[in-house]
């Protein structure tokens, strides 16, 4: 008889990171599951982890370049080597006095990460496009409610009660997923009698599972919700109790003279959503139970704080704060200091802005930079000297992603890299990884220790998860945390006088009545048990200086066009090119693939024409290929202000004939599967940050979802 078992564990097959159970099998992983205590459910992705443990193409030893950077010409080398050459580049960085020079692009899996800690320690920085990406949703949040309820955390699905309405404005919750319990805690919901709206220029898989699906104008999202507060107010169906309770004195008469001229009408013309459409559901919201709002990167063209704000305001005005099936709010556990706790920098005392350049350029900008078009302006101007990489793929992740590997290789006059050492921790060869100096291997999510520790988490309900072991390591493969550990121990000591990564969580775990030993035997999930709802009634108030809901913010009245209240057209921004560029392409995730990176578009399960996703073909409504005199399978060119790539149509009525529709993701260049498969990387057409730069300063958001294009066939 085989020896075989099930362990719980934490998939990372994307940044979902849900619980799962692994089959083992003597010593070898052979199959993955939802977790029954977590709601059971495992997305395509992670059922197909074991493709990616047992992958030919994961890295196994730690690697020294040898070529130019980017050739890919690399030698083995030893972990001792490969600790020799960070060490002694950070110790000469902190010599020169530019520790803040190193910035590392990672993924924290904690909010209190072993790697972050050691930034915080030796003086640098992290730059990472997760909390970026919706950096303006947690700003409104904030700033409205003293809270920071809504990172990854989308309304409580299976608290919605009967009746009550679910609205995806910009969220593809069955593609994009934030758990893969999600699409059922919306179908459970759903046939408990709750109404799903789903607000999407693509006819998205869940829009085919919806009641209505609102086929809006890119960007129209803050126009269709300020048109909707205006029929309420006018209508008298706001609630009145939450108002005056719970919103700041004097916040609601401001609100009521913003939405007085902003009838459904006039908000039609901008979002282009008949204005019978607006009223229609204003009243359905105000009279429902409950409505939950949605959305992630649908808002990032254009209005992200603006829409972010009218989001709340929405929210507010309709009493749906911390409410089942409304927005939720975090009922926050916290883990024990491991001290001394390392301070950080101050970045704006040394003359840089949050994260980036230019603190006087940017006093108004308040959100975190895309990072690779922060990375490729410090190289450039020496405010980069040393960048690590760990579970990030910036050569392909975002925008201007040829900028950012041209910075990588530029010289200085002496012939010099301007970027000293590069460094990236992968478990695969990447376009990130094909540019590093050094490339280490990292233990796969199957072969090491990790407390997740987000408390606002949907999957983990508020508390803490354990990733435990379930295999061995491949060849040399070394978790990077405790990389980090090791090389704080030698750099920082006086931060570092704990063991080893479980005697670090061991020790933060304690706050809760636990260790790692502890959560291991119940299971590996822990939560307070609770979501709490309506805690400011028990605790008298928000978290904000009022302790009431602020929907004005007059700290922003000087910011660049008044962004006290919420603008709701900013068309004039960035329909520049509209003539020249008459269609908005429209970058969107699968339920196959995660961002750029290797783990799924390197999987051949994943990759598989039938039963997965092979290539990204452009959509294109019929209506619009008449016009251009296009027909299916043909292969077009698709030209933005920044770049062009040819690619393959596919017709399909799912998305507004001014649109074009590209799969996020694809573009590897390395891999066994990655480089047979088809695809293009739709970052070649978004132009980078630089280029947006004015207009993102003015709306707060980035241009990944929506660029301006044109077809030449
Ligand atoms: N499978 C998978 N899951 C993932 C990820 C992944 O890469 N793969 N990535 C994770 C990460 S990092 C994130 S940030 C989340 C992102 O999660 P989502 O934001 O839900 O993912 P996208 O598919 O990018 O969703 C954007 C949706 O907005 C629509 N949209 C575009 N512009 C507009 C607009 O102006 N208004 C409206 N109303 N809709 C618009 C698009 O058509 C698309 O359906 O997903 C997470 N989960
Ligand atoms: N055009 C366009 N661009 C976008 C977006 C979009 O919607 N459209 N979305 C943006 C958003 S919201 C985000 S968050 C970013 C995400 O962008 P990134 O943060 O760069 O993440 P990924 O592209 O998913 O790359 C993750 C890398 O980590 C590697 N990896 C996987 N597991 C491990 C591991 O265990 N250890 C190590 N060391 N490495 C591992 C993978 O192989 C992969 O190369 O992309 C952004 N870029
Ligand atoms: S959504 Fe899928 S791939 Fe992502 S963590 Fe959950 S199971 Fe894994
Ligand atoms: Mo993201």
């Not at 706790?341 to 108004?364: A, C, I, N, Q, S």
């Not at 200085?412 to 990236?424: I, Q």
């Amino acid at each position: 008889m085989k020896k075989s078992e099930w362990v719980p564990t934490m998939c990372y097959q994307c940044k979902a990171e849900c619980a799962i159970i692994a089959r083992v099998e003597d010593g070898v992983l052979k199959e993955i599951r939802g977790n029954p205590k977590a709601r059971g459910k495992a997305c395509v992705k992670g059922m197909a982890g074991v493709s990616l443990e047992y992958s030919p193409d994961r890295l196994t030893y730690p690697m020294k370049r040898v070529g130019e950077r980017g050739e890919g010409k690399f030698e083995k080398i030893s972990w001792d080597e490969a600790m020799d050459i960070m060490a002694q580049k950070l110790n000469d960085l902190k010599d020169r006095g530019d520790a803040h020079k190193l910035t590392a692009n990672f993924f924290p899996h904690s909010i209190t990460d072993p790697k972050w800690r050691f930034l915080n320690a030796y003086g640098g920085f992290i730059n990472t496009a997760l909390p970026h990406c919706d950096s303006a949703k947690i700003l409104s949040f904030i700033k409205s409610m003293g809270g920071v309820p809504n990172h990854h955390i989308p309304p409580a699905w299976f608290t919605v009660p009967k009746g009550g309405i679910m609205i995806m404005a910009g969220r593809h919750a069955f593609g994009g997923l934030e758990d893969a319990a999600i699409p059922n805690d919306i179908l459970d919901a759903k046939a408990r009698g709750a109404k799903l709206v789903v607000i999407d220029p693509i006819f998205t898989t869940e829009a085919a599972k919806a009641d209505q699906w609102i086929p809006i104008k890119p960007s129209g999202d803050t126009a269709f919700f300020v048109g909707m507060m205006q029929h309420i107010i006018a209508s008298d169906l706001y609630d009145k109790d939450f108002v005056e309770n719970w919103i700041r004195e004097g916040d609601f008469e401001k609100i009521k003279a913003y939405v007085a001229d902003k009838t459904p009408e006039k908000m039609s013309e901008i979002c282009d959503v008949p204005a019978e459409t607006i009223k229609q559901l204003a009243e359905e919201c105000a009279k429902a139970p409950s409505v939950g709002v949605d959305s992630f990167k649908g808002v990032m063209l254009g209005n992200a704080l603006d829409f972010s704000h009218a989001w709340c305001m929405f929210l507010a005005i309709t009493g749906n704060i911390d409410n089942p099936g409304g927005q939720p709010l975090p009922d926050l556990v916290s883990l024990a200091p491991v001290e001394p706790v390392p301070e950080g920098p101050d970045l704006h005392e040394l003359g840089w802005h949050r994260t980036g350049p230019d603190r006087d350029k940017f006093e108004y900008y308040q959100f975190i930079m895309e990072p690779t078009w922060y990375e490729a302006q410090a190289i450039r101007n020496g405010g980069l000297k040393v960048l690590i990489t760990s579970e990030a793929n910036p050569a392909l992740t975002e925008m201007g992603q040829n900028d950012w590997q041209d910075a990588v290789r530029e010289k200085d006059e002496n012939g010099e890299y301007k970027l000293e050492l590069l460094v990236s921790f992968e478990i695969m060869m990447s376009d990130t990884a094909k540019h590093a100096d050094l490339v280490l291997p990292d233990k796969s999510y199957f072969e090491r220790w990790e407390l997740l520790y987000m408390p606002w988490w949907y999957n983990f309900g508020h508390g803490v998860a354990l990733r435990q072991p379930v295999v061995e390591p491949r060849g040399e493969c070394r978790h990077s945390n405790e990389i980090f550990i090791e090389l704080g121990k030698r750099l920082v000591p006086e931060y570092f006088q704990f063991e080893d990564d479980i005697a670090y969580y061991d020790t933060q775990l304690e706050a809760l009545g636990l260790s790692v030993k502890k959560l291991q035997e119940i299971g590996g999930l822990w939560s307070p048990g609770t979501i709490g709802f309506r805690k400011y009634e028990k605790t008298g108030g928000f978290g904000t200086p009022s302790g009431k809901i602020h929907l004005y913010w007059e700290d922003l009245e000087e910011a660049p066009g008044n962004q006290a209240l919420p603008r709701v057209d900013l068309a004039a921004e960035y329909r520049v090119n509209v003539e020249e560029y008459p269609f908005i392409l429209i970058s969107y995730r699968t339920i196959f693939h995660s961002g750029s990176g290797q783990w799924t578009h390197n999987n051949p399960q994943l990759r598989d024409s039938l039963s997965g996703q092979h290539e990204n073909p452009l959509m294109v409504n019929p209506a619009t290929a008449e016009e251009f005199g296009i027909s299916q399978g043909d292969t077009v060119t698709v030209e933005s202000s920044s770049g062009s790539l040819q690619v393959k149509v596919n017709l399909t009525e799912g998305i507004r004939p001014d649109c074009l529709g590209l799969a996020h993701g694809f573009g590897s260049t390395v891999g066994r599967v990655a480089t047979v498969g088809e695809g293009v990387s739709d970052n070649l057409l978004v132009p980078d940050s630089g280029s947006t730069l004015e207009w993102q300063d003015l709306v707060g958001g980035e241009s990944h979802v929506s660029t301006r294009v044109r077809i030449v066939k």
